[in-house]
Nanobody
Framework: QVYLVETGGGLVQAGGSLRLSCAAS????????LGWFREAPGKERESVAA????????YNEDSVKGRFTIYRDNAKDTVYLQNDSVKPEDTAVYYC????????????????WGRGTQVTVSS
């Protein structure tokens, strides 16, 4: 079991920057693939990006369209999600999740979830 806590959400103006952090504890951090997901009001949870232990990344290009960057700091047991030009449609609860094994951007592949952090982008 790995425990995940997301921080960095809040109110951001459109065009501004956003950096979310997800701190992990419990099992060995490098044993897990870490992913970021989001759930907008009235919509299903969707993937944003995932990263494995050595930094290889996967992105859900349909949802992020090249605007998000995921990266991790294994020394700090933390994974980050960066967006340097947010849009109102990025408003959502953002979740961090972890899974062992192969990297994936599918929601159903993950079995360890944080509680989420709300991001609201004002126009």
């Amino acid at each position: 079991q790995v425990y995940l806590v997301e921080t960095g959400g809040g109110l951001v103006q459109a065009g501004g920057s956003l950096r979310l952090s997800c701190a992990a504890s419990g099992r060995t951090f490098t044993s897990y693939v870490l992913g970021w997901f989001r759930e907008a009001p009235g919509k299903e949870r969707e993937s944003v990006a995932a990263i494995n232990w050595n930094g290889a990344t996967l992105y859900n290009e349909d949802s992020v369209k090249g605007r998000f960057t995921i990266y991790r700091d294994n020394a700090k047991d933390t994974v980050y999600l960066q967006n340097d030009s947010v849009k109102p449609e990025d408003t959502a609860v953002y979740y961090c999740a972890a899974k062992p094994g192969a990297s994936s951007i599918y929601v159903s592949a993950y079995n360890n979830w944080g509680r989420g952090t709300q991001v609201t982008v004002s126009s």
